[in-house]
């Protein structure tokens, strides 16, 4: 059954404060003015073999004016929720505006901050998909299933140390603007991760393996088996797959064909495609947090990013997706899109700023602040690559390969400040020998630039194999920002990729 946004939250005075900004900041002569009032609840769970070792449960409540005045920018916010300061809070965002607009005829620039046009969205109402409101479940209840899986890997032999952490946020915003859009949102998503630690007595060597389900625009039903995930299945599977990683070879160094999880294909997509075509990154307008991007503006329609098969698919609107909203933080409603169609790059990311500077018609809704004290920024969408329609099975994908590795689970990751030159390790590597699955292998880290490694993608697997996974804290922007967001893809098939061997190259 669908929720309905908190009672709450409806019974702050959202419209009066609202009102009381956006005519300020008309009479103080705004070419545009917006007013987002955010409360946000987050929370998180830490035990430690079994026991608790920390938790925490903040909310943030506030609200925030932005407006474009005399061409340039103005930004401030409050949290004293009555008129009087709602409206004092306008002003300062206008005063804001007019330093920015002396700073920017002084440094010689003309550039004027203008908006695409958005349609005009009056009292509309969008909620996520979820079943249970994780707030809603007792405290004791959350730390007790915790405790329960992390005793349950504990009991094996293999596991000397065992680490089991939840995180929730419940987020609620409204949205309105001198244009007419007025919205107001809820949103749920948790991460859950239990991590199992061997170490050798002897040598001291130690090693560990983590669960790769990932975070999710989901309520508690996806703790209890109620929300696509087999806890069960991947909690008694890890203690074994732990051993063997002990036991594991060291891979030598070469290239390989890999077939890659989705549990660590995403990592790479977010880092090589969805930072990569995010517009005010590819402009140079976003270089001091991760630098820019090599997929510059003037190579849309004509960079060819990798194989035929790959499509990259941007989207606001995924069920269940981290980054997924009825309406953007400047008012656009959610959207689908085309970033990478058959190989080439014909999209991108973008807020209303970016999109009129550009030449385009409208923002496809990838405007987003994290907090109430902060500026919307443009932020990455659910940046997707999509599964072939007939493509085979992970396993059909594995008969395929002679001599290879199948990789599962991210781990740690490096890429260069263009977005280009990457390296990826994972949690877990297996070896590929005439088509099995052969032992798996240790120290491994496949490296690439962002066009050949994704050039050298040979199979895309089907709709069976596509996995919604993603991370709650992708960072960005001067002061920095974190935001979640989901990227989906099937399995995947890519031939000659460059395998290091990282306890040789750390010796080095």
């Known amino acids: 059954m669908p929720h309905e946004v908190d009672e709450s939250f409806l019974a702050l005075p959202l419209r009066a ?22 409360r946000v609840r987050s929370a998180a769970w830490r035990l430690r073999d079994a026991r608790p070792a920390g938790s925490s449960d903040t909310t943030d409540l506030g609200y925030a004016v932005r407006v474009v005045h005399g061409g340039a920018w103005g930004f401030a916010s409050g949290v004293d929720l009555t008129t009087d300061a709602a409206a004092r809070v306008a002003g300062q965002a206008v005063e804001m505006a007019k330093l920015s607009a002396r700073v920017i005829a002084a440094a010689g620039s003309d550039e004027r901050v203008e908006l695409a046009i958005e349609p005009v969205y ?4 969008w909620v996520s998909s979820y079943e249970t409101d994780p707030f809603t479940v007792p405290d004791a209840e959350k730390t ?11 009991a094996a032999s293999s596991v000397a140390h065992a680490d089991a952490s939840l995180l929730t946020v419940h987020e609620n915003k409204f949205y309105a603007d001198t244009a007419g859009t007025t919205t107001t949102q809820q949103r749920i998503r948790l991460h859950p991760e239990l991590t199992a630690v061997a170490v050798d007595p002897e040598s001291g060597e130690f090693e560990s393996m ?11 039903e996806y703790l209890t088996g109620a929300g696509g995930w087999d806890w069960d299945a991947e909690l008694a599977g890890i203690p074994e ?5 002990m036991r594991a070879p060291s891979v030598e160094a070469g290239r390989y064909d890999l077939v890659v999880d989705p549990t660590n294909l995403w990592l790479t997509i977010h880092e090589s495609i969805g930072h990569a075509t995010e517009l005010d990154r590819a402009l140079g307008y976003e270089a001091a947090y991760a630098g ?31 980054a997924t909203v009825g309406y953007d933080d400047e008012g656009v409603a959610a959207q689908s899109w085309n970033l990478v169609k058959d190989g080439t790059l014909v999209g991108y990311q973008l807020d209303r700023r970016i999109a009129r500077l550009s030449g385009f018609e409208r923002s496809n809704g990838c405007a987003y602040a994290d907090s109430p004290a902060h500026v919307p920024v443009q932020r990455m969408a659910n940046v997707s690559l999509r599964p072939a329609p007939d493509g085979p099975s992970t396993e059909e994908l594995i008969s395929g390969v002679e001599r290879g590795i199948y990789v599962v689970g991210d781990r740690s990751w490096s890429i260069d400040m263009q977005r280009y030159n990457f390296q990826f390790t994972g949690q877990r590597f297996f070896r590929i020998e005439n088509g099995r699955l052969a032992g798996q292998l240790r120290d491994v880290a496949y490296q690439a630039t962002t066009t050949d490694f994704w050039g050298s993608m040979k199979a ?25 967001v989901s990227h989906g893809c099937p399995s995947a098939l890519f031939e000659q990729v460059t395998i290091l061997n990282t306890t040789q190259e750390a010796g080095q």
């Open 144 to 154: 007790g299933l915790l405790a329960e899986w992390s005793s349950r890997l504990l």
């Open 210 to 220: 983590r669960t790769v389900a990932p975070p999710v625009g989901r309520g508690w």
């Open 241 to 245: 797959l732990l051993a063997e990683k």
């Open 17 to 38: 404060l609202a009102d009381a900004a956006l005519a300020r900041a008309r009479t103080l002569g705004a070419a545009h003015a917006d007013f987002r009032l955010e």
């Open 460 to 484: 895309v697997g089907g709709p069976e194999t596509y996995l919604l996974c993603g991370a709650f804290n992708c960072g960005k922007a001067q002061p920095g920002q974190v935001a979640a």
């Open 122 to 125: 009056a009292d509309r109402t």
């Open 292 to 322: 820019t991007s090599f997929a510059t503006f003037d190579q849309l329609g004509r960079l060819r990013y990798g194989s035929e098969l790959m499509n990259v698919t941007g989207d606001r609107t995924a069920e269940h997706g981290l």
